[in-house]
């Protein structure tokens, strides 16, 4: 089993930067890739930034150039630092692992997520 705890949500205005992040625990050993999704009110959840054990990341086409995912394999953690945040109103952002060879849109733990709203 794996915990995965989120930090660092919050009220944000328009333009400006939140750095989200992720602790894992339990069988650390197994976790391939880790990631953050984000579900806003109504909507289904959303892969927003992923990252593997061995470095490679990907973001989905709305954040790129805006947001930034890391990772310290040897802390456990991952982090989502995010710049220019839009106008989106709330959203949950919730930390996601995958062990072994697991798939990103398929994650095997969750977080309990973390708010953020984006409101001037």
């Known amino acids: 089993q794996v915990q995965l705890v989120e930090s660092g949500g919050g009220l944000v205005q328009p333009g400006g930067s939140l750095r989200l992040s992720c602790a894992a625990s339990g069988s650390i050993f197994s976790i391939n890739a880790m990631g953050w999704y984000r579900q806003a009110p109504g909507k289904q959840r959303v892969l927003v930034a992923s990252?593997?054990?061995?470095?490679?990341?990907n973001y989905v086409s709305s954040v790129k150039g805006r947001f930034t995912i890391s990772r310290d394999n040897a802390k456990n953690t991952v982090w989502l630092q995010m710049n220019s945040l839009k106008l989106d109103g709330p959203a949950v952002y919730y930390c996601?692992?995958?062990?072994?060879?697991?798939?990103?849109?398929?994650?095997?733990?969750w977080g309990q997520g973390t708010q953020v709203t984006v409101s001037s």
């Open positions: 990252i593997t054990r061995g470095g490679r990341i």
């Open positions: 996601i692992a995958v062990v072994n060879w697991g798939r990103v849109d398929r994650p095997d733990y």
